[in-house]
Nanobody
Framework: QVQLVESGGGLVQAGGSLRLSCAAS????????MYWYRQAPGKQREWVAS???????NYADSVKGRFTISRDNAKNTVYLQMNSLKPEDTAVYYC??????WGQGTQVTVSS
């Protein structure tokens, strides 16, 4: 079955950077779009960014210009580079693949 394992979360000061990784297995990674979502306390899960099999990217307005999604098909891994972090970016970040597949999430906390 599909398994998605996120890593790279942590505590960072406002203005700092983090890079999240999501390692995928049990799927043909290279032909699938991949997604990052996040869920802040008391809020609904929201889409953050996506990348197509061909490398095309899209971002939520709230992160555009600060976050970059990328993928390494040789490593079956998708990344989310997060720069200029703000306290409102604090959330659990989830990796997702088509078919309703989700990772367990990784906590990102941005202090002011």
């Amino acid at each position: 079955q599909v398994q998605l394992v996120e890593s790279g979360g942590g505590l960072v000061q406002a203005g700092g950077s983090l890079r999240l990784s999501c390692a995928a297995s049990g799927m043909i990674f290279s032909i699938n779009a991949m997604y990052w979502y996040r869920q802040a306390p008391g809020k609904q899960r929201e889409w953050v960014a996506s990348i197509t099999s061909g490398g095309g990217t899209n971002y939520a307005d709230s992160v555009k210009g600060r976050f970059t999604i990328s993928r390494d098909n040789a490593k079956n891994t998708v990344y989310l580079q997060m720069n200029s972090l703000k306290p409102e970016d604090t959330a659990v970040y989830y990796c997702a693949a088509p078919g309703g597949n989700w990772g367990q999430g990784t906590q990102v906390t941005v202090s002011s």
